[in-house]
């Protein structure tokens, strides 16, 4: 079977024991997020965004069209239908998930903000119906208005009907509520278009109005519920790739050092070898052939790298108690601390590095809820798409991560570890880890819960 796992940190004895390494040293990094993840979290405006609404973001015109965020996915009643449905918001637009719509381009759908802006404007001017202009323009009769200029080429070029939807008022000058300052303007049912002549030439020609943003602050849900700012730590640990396909939780152990002294040394099989034969001899009595590498052992490893400072290896019967005690750690105050975790059924080791959750892990222990963690993963080859590659610094929806944190079967019968959610964390002792693990109600003692 495939084993991987990773950690680190080099003592003054190992450091001698590898020769001078001196001028291999680094400074620390801050890796960019793995490409290809189903969500990432968006520090901009503290709200995450994955799964159809994430697709249609990047597929018609993402950041330039639609801006950021605003808000986590929820259930609402669409003023349009009446009907309920998962609602994202965003600056410029608020999306709609229509399950009923699967595998076609209406999956998701922009709700008609253009239309409740302008309702009880029909008496104005530029929203009565018009008739067909020049021939340079084009004409809708399903809502007597027409389009040309750069309007009509921006909605040509960006979506057109499904996007925006029909224009439902001539072109006019109005007065921007972001800005205070007067545009040439034109409502369609699903958004707003305004004319930036200051950037002609440009992306931003022509602009969508805020108008999610608009809609959140007239219904009064700014900053409450889905609109809060979630809480996101993401520690700044060095990745390193594990140097052989048996040595994923030496690269880990390295990693974690690292972080933990401060100085960087670089992937070198002669390090991780160090490593590797300290975890085997001290394996809790498992013979290579029973655990290669087994929890105690990375615990023993940190322990023995990181003088002075406490780890464990810890068992849990729930996944979701185990990722919350992990992401208690991580934000810990003054610094938080990572984790390994045991994941596939024990044929690997990452170190989970950062949560986002909907309020402070450490302040809201056990009640915050968990949205995602951030991983680390020391083995860029796998093969298969059952066991991809989960990035330097990949994000994980809870879903997501729950399917890959599975029981541990690796090992043999009667170890601690069977059946088990493994991890390997700092512990409030410094001490040897325990023979027998931490569990969640020594952590509940501990912390007084």
């Known amino acids: 079977m495939m084993r991987?796992?990773?950690?680190?940190?080099?003592?003054?004895?190992?450091?001698?024991?590898?020769?001078?390494?001196g001028g291999a040293l680094a400074a620390p990094r801050r890796a960019a997020a793995a490409p290809g993840q189903d969500a990432t979290f968006v520090p901009e405006t503290g709200h995450t965004l994955g799964g159809a609404f994430l697709a249609y973001w990047q597929q018609n015109g993402g950041l330039t069209r639609f801006g950021f965020p605003l808000s986590e996915p929820f259930t609402q009643v669409s003023p349009t239908d009446g009907k309920s449905y998962t609602t994202q918001y965003f600056e410029r637009a608020v999306f709609e998930e229509h399950p009923e719509n699967a595998g076609t381009?209406?999956?998701?759908?922009?709700?008609?903000?253009?239309?409740?802006?302008?309702?009880?404007?029909?008496?104005?001017?530029?929203?009565?119906?018009?008739?067909?202009?020049?021939?340079?323009?084009?004409?809708?009769?399903?809502?007597?208005?027409?389009?040309?200029?750069?309007?009509?080429?921006?909605?040509?070029?960006?979506?057109?009907?499904?996007?925006?939807?029909?224009?439902?008022?001539?072109?006019?000058?109005?007065?921007?509520?972001?800005?205070?300052?007067?545009?040439?303007?034109?409502?369609?049912?699903?958004?707003?278009?305004?004319?930036?002549p200051e950037h002609a030439g440009t992306p931003y020609e022509v602009e969508l109005g805020l108008l999610g943003r608009q809609d959140a602050d007239a219904r009064g849900l700014a900053g409450r519920g889905p609109f809060a700012a979630l809480y996101q730590r993401n520690l700044a640990l060095n990745w390193h790739r594990q140097m052989t396909?048996?040595?994923?939780?030496?690269?880990?152990?390295?990693?974690?050092?690292?972080?933990?002294?401060?100085?960087?040394?670089?992937?070198?099989?002669?390090?991780?070898?160090?490593?590797?034969?300290?975890?085997?001899?001290?394996?809790?009595?498992?013979?290579?052939?029973?655990?290669?590498?087994?929890?105690?052992?990375?615990?023993?490893?940190?322990?023995?790298?990181?003088?002075?400072?406490?780890?464990?290896?810890?068992?849990?019967?729930?996944?979701?108690?185990?990722?919350?005690?992990?992401?208690?750690?991580?934000?810990?105050?003054?610094?938080?601390q990572p984790a390994i975790a045991v994941i596939r059924g024990g044929t690997h080791y990452i170190l989970v590095t950062g949560v986002v959750a909907d309020s402070d892990p450490y302040a809201n222990y056990p009640n915050a809820h968990i949205l995602g963690v951030y991983v680390s993963d020391p083995f860029i080859d796998y093969p298969g798409a059952a066991a991809k590659w989960l990035g330097k610094?990949?994000?994980?929806?809870?879903?997501?991560?729950?399917?890959?944190?599975?029981?541990?079967?690796?090992?043999?019968?009667?170890?601690?570890?069977?059946?088990?959610?493994?991890?390997?964390?700092?512990?409030?002792?410094?001490?040897?880890?325990?023979?027998?693990?931490?569990?969640l109600a020594d952590f509940h003692a501990h912390v007084g819960r």
């Open 4 to 21: 991987a796992r990773v950690v680190w940190r080099l003592a003054t004895a190992l450091m001698l024991a590898l020769g001078a390494l």
């Open 105 to 196: 381009p209406w999956e998701v759908e922009l709700r008609l903000l253009g239309d409740d802006l302008a309702r009880g404007r029909g008496g104005e001017a530029p929203f009565r119906p018009a008739s067909a202009g020049n021939a340079d323009a084009a004409y809708f009769p399903e809502t007597g208005h027409g389009l040309d200029g750069v309007f009509l080429a921006y909605w040509q070029a960006n979506g057109g009907l499904p996007v925006f939807g029909y224009p439902i008022s001539e072109a006019f000058i109005e007065t921007s509520p972001t800005d205070g300052k007067p545009y040439l303007v034109q409502y369609f049912e699903r958004n707003r278009f305004e004319y930036h």
């Open 245 to 336: 396909d048996d040595w994923c939780d030496p690269a880990d152990i390295q990693s974690w050092t690292e972080y933990l002294t401060g100085t960087r040394f670089p992937d070198d099989t002669a390090i991780q070898s160090r490593i590797w034969d300290f975890e085997l001899s001290h394996n809790l009595g498992y013979t290579v052939d029973q655990w290669d590498a087994s929890p105690y052992a990375m615990a023993a490893a940190l322990h023995w790298l990181n003088p002075g400072r406490g780890f464990n290896h810890w068992i849990y019967d729930d996944p979701v108690e185990a990722t919350k005690v992990m992401a208690y750690m991580l934000a810990a105050p003054g610094g938080g």
């Open 393 to 439: 610094d990949g994000y994980l929806t809870l879903d997501e991560w729950l399917s890959i944190f599975t029981p541990n079967h690796w090992g043999v019968p009667g170890d601690p570890w069977q059946d088990k959610y493994v991890t390997v964390q700092a512990d409030w002792q410094d001490m040897d880890p325990l023979p027998g693990g931490r569990h």
